[in-house]
């Protein structure tokens, strides 16, 4: 008889320890962010994809010596470009990535020498097509800047 009074308090004892932590915690302030309506802003040290800078011409950085296809783990970068008549160096003509295959460890940026790409600041990429995540970095950098 007497396990049983004791079993009683035990679990009145841990619902009242539970409770009071419940009481506490409905005064703190809240820290989730109403999300459509709300975003967090990105710390700088965020990896995102990777994204092409604009030099000062309005061009692209990048020379196309592949170092960053070379340089990849997952094989999820592809680039081409050709030289053009009476020009010096290749200009880039297709820069693909696949971010199904990438694994954001940044061997790209570290390997370009020329200040060609760096992480985007974009996070909220979510879709439920695979297509969605093969990006002409190309194409996104002349839809940003026309």
């Not at 009481?23 to 092409?52: K, N, W």
Request: aromatic share 14%.
């Amino acid at each position: 008889m007497g396990a049983y009074f004791s079993e009683i308090f035990s679990g009145l004892w841990s619902l009242f320890i539970g409770m009071s932590i419940t009481f506490r915690e409905f005064f703190s302030p809240t820290v989730t962010v109403q999300y459509p309506y709300e975003t967090l802003t990105m710390t700088a040290r965020y990896r995102g994809h990777i994204d092409l800078i604009v030099g000062e011409e309005g061009k692209t950085n990048c020379v196309v010596c592949g170092m960053c296809e070379k340089a990849c783990p997952s094989d999820c970068i592809s680039l081409a470009g050709e030289k053009p008549e009476g020009g010096k160096k290749k200009e880039l003509t297709k820069y693909t990535l696949d971010f199904t295959k990438c694994s954001l460890c940044g061997s790209c940026v570290e390997s370009c020498n020329f200040n060609a790409i760096d992480f985007s600041k974009e996070y909220n990429l979510a879709s439920t097509r695979k297509e969605d995540f093969y990006f002409d970095l190309l194409q996104r950098l002349k839809d940003r800047n026309p």
